[in-house]
Structures are given as C-alpha cells and as structure tokens.
C-alpha cells in the first residue's frame, strides 16, 4: 500500500518536472510574439479609433466639420392682440386690435465658402427682418441674404468676416444605408452639438416638405435649431444640410443631400436664383384605383387637370383628362422624379411628351419654359 502511494507521489514528481521543462522552452517563444504583436498596436488615440471593424470615436470628423457649423438667429415681426380681456373671447375676440410683435427664432448653418458664403434652410430666414449668425469661435456678424431656393428649402447668405474655415464637401450620391453619420447643429440654442446615427435611407420623397425632395434620412438626433446645420460622415465631410425631422424623438429625420445643395448654391451665386425648366401642368399620378374607376387599360402616367395660360404647354392641344405617359421616353412612374426630369431640362430646351387619350396615343414636343418661384405660382 505504501509503495504503491509512493509510486504515484513519484510519478506525479516526474510528470511536473517535465511540464516544466517544456514551459521553459516554449513560453519565452509566447513572450516574443506578445511582445512583437504589442510593439505592432498602435499607440496614437486617432489610429486606435479606425480599427479593422471603423471608428470608435468621432472627435477627428468634429474636429473638421464643427469649425464650419454656425449659429443662426433672426428677427421677425408677427401680428399679435393687445392684453385686453376681450382678446380671447370666441365672438369679439377678433374685433381686439391687433399689434406687430416681435418674434426671435434660431437655426444653423454651414460655411461653404472661405469669402463669407454660408447655407442653411429657407424656413430659417424666410420673413427675416435681422439675421446674426454666431460662429464655432465666438464671433458674431450680420448676415446679408444672397438668394433663396423655397421649392428646396435652402437659402445662400453672406458675412463679411475673416479666416473663415469652410467645409469639405461630401459625396451624397455614396452614401449607403448603415453608413454612420454625425449631425452638428444648435438645437435648442443651446450651442452647437453633436449627435451621431446611421443613414436610414436614401432618395426618400413624398414627404410634403419641399416642391421637390430627395432627402437622405437618418436617425441622428435632429431638434429645433438643428435646421441649417451639417449632416457629415466619418471624414467630416458634408453629405447634407439637415432640414426637418418627424415626430418629437428626432430619430426620424431628413436632410437635403450634398449634391442638391451644391447646385442651388452655384445657382443662386450665378443667377440669383434657381433656373429650372417648366411645363405648365397640373397634373396628379394615375394609380390602379384612379384607374379603375377612370375605366382605363393605364397604370401608370400623369393625368393633366389644368394647363397654365400662356405657358409652354398651352399652345400643344392638350386638354384636361390627358394623361401624360412617358418624358422624352422616359415612363412617368411617379410625379416627383417626373417633375425632377423637367425641372433639369434648360428653358428652351425641347421635350418630347407621350400623350394618351381615350384609348389613342400620339406625342408632341413642348418648349421649356422657366419655372416661376413658389411666390409667383401662389
């Protein structure tokens, strides 16, 4: 019994020694390639930040982009009741003699060009009387309105300051669902803030917001005050001009794509304004329903309701109930891409339109007109 207990006590022994042996001759191996591996990580915060999987961190885009976001305020003059105790009574409520009062609102905005040239939203400055703007450093300067585009929701501004940073501008036609993107803005007026979120969709339209809409959407936290601001990507990089968002929660929200937003900038630098082309017609999609009840083979096109006096299409012999199937061959499959082809085409410029009436299809070819701004159609 003793032995055998000796035995195992021995082997045991032998067993460690060579468990032993063996880890002096391997580990020092494990302890260079630890070593040669942590000599390999990287040590700079922005390097640790772009890791294999994308950044951890956004300080590098803020560090580009937010010197470019200024604050804007303005100063408007509402019609507003006197404090009188009949002011709110249903029946003689409206016979209380009404004040100008003034009103203050705030929003945001991007330098886009070192002389002076900011963006930010239509509905920001529209019925302005003053408008100031703040920036990243703290300098304040009047703000001179350029131009403004209603049917897209931006405006061009300009101040008069010095060693002004403007932002790099972005790719919107690569942005991808899932992309990660930061939104810098004033929401509140707090001051400037960053949130940051993901792409959500692309080319989103149909939304009522503007005359015409190709937003990108994203969950970026967007607030009041964040209208104007910049909607960036991971390089700082402006892929688009935040503009409204859905609900309270700002999870829903929709910005004006940089590509739009270059454009109407160069044309509101060059002319003073948008020049896009026109048709004159009021027209609404057909759908299947509208179909159906119409009694038509169609399910697809732009039924005309009215024709402006005097426009380019008044001159064609085309008459309400025409539906209008295809732009210069292109189908019509929803009305705000087909108002986006002809809003492209330059004033003078020929369109050739599919026609379909009571069961005949013919085409004409209209002249491009200039399409008048919303003030003028209203």
């Keep these: 019994m003793n032995n055998s207990i000796i035995e195992k006590i021995a082997t045991s022994a032998m067993l460690g020694l060579a468990i032993a042996l063996m880890t002096?001759?391997?580990?020092?191996?494990?302890?260079?390639?630890?070593?040669?591996?942590?000599?390999?990580?990287?040590?700079?915060?922005?390097?640790?930040?772009?890791?294999?999987?994308?950044?951890?961190?956004?300080?590098?885009a803020v560090s580009r982009a937010a010197p470019s976001v200024v604050n804007i305020y303005t100063r408007k003059v509402g019609l507003g009741r006197i404090d009188h105790p009949l002011s709110k009574h249903p029946?003689?409520?409206?016979?209380?003699?009404?004040v100008k009062v003034p009103q203050t609102s705030l929003g945001s905005g991007v330098i886009m060009k070192s002389d002076g040239i900011i963006l930010t939203n239509h509905h920001v400055i529209a019925n302005a009387e003053k408008i100031l703007t703040m920036l990243y450093d703290g300098r304040t300067a009047p703000?001179?309105?350029?131009?403004?585009?209603?049917?897209?929701d931006l405006a061009v501004l300009k101040i008069n300051l010095d060693n002004l940073q403007p932002i790099s501008i972005g790719t919107s036609e690569s942005a991808a669902v899932g992309d990660i993107v930061l939104a810098i803005g004033n929401p509140h007026g707090i001051g400037q803030t960053v949130t940051q979120g993901i792409i959500s969709a692309t080319g989103r339209a149909g939304l009522g917001l503007n005359?015409?809409?190709?937003?990108?959407?994203?969950?970026a936290g967007i607030s009041i005050g964040n209208s104007g601001g910049a909607l960036v990507?991971?390089?700082?990089?402006?892929?688009?001009?935040?503009?409204?968002?859905?609900?309270?929660?700002?999870?829903?929200?929709?910005?004006?794509?940089?590509?739009?937003?270059?454009?109407?900038?160069?044309?509101?630098?060059?002319?003073?304004f948008v020049i896009r082309g026109w048709l004159g017609l009021d027209a609404i999609p057909v759908t299947a329903r509208l179909a159906r009840q119409l009694k038509i083979p169609l399910?697809?096109?732009?039924?005309?309701?009215?024709?402006?006096?005097?426009?380019?299409?008044?001159?064609?012999?085309?008459?309400?109930?025409?539906?209008v199937?295809?732009?210069?061959?292109?189908?019509?499959?929803?009305?705000?891409?087909?108002?986006?082809?002809i809003s492209k085409v330059q004033p003078g410029n020929p369109i050739t339109l599919s026609i379909w009436r009571r069961g005949s299809a013919f085409e004409v070819e209209a002249i491009a007109g200039t399409r008048p701004s919303i003030s003028a159609i209203n």
């Design 24 to 60: 002096a001759i391997v580990v020092p191996s494990f302890k260079e390639k630890i070593a040669a591996k942590a000599d390999n990580q990287p040590h700079d915060a922005g390097e640790r930040n772009s890791i294999v999987s994308g950044y951890t961190g956004y300080s590098y």
């Design 91 to 98: 029946l003689f409520g409206r016979l209380v003699t009404q």
């Design 143 to 152: 703000v001179k309105l350029v131009g403004s585009d209603p049917d897209t």
């Design 211 to 219: 005359t015409f809409e190709n937003f990108l959407q994203t969950d």
């Design 233 to 272: 990507d991971l390089h700082g990089n402006l892929l688009g001009i935040n503009t409204a968002s859905i609900g309270n929660s700002g999870s829903i929200s929709f910005a004006i794509p940089s590509s739009t937003v270059m454009h109407v900038l160069n044309e509101i630098l060059k002319h003073g």
């Design 299 to 323: 399910r697809h096109g732009l039924l005309i309701r009215a024709i402006a006096a005097n426009g380019p299409s008044d001159n064609l012999n085309l008459f309400p109930g025409d539906i």
């Design 325 to 341: 199937t295809e732009i210069n061959g292109v189908s019509v499959l929803d009305p705000q891409t087909s108002m986006t082809q």
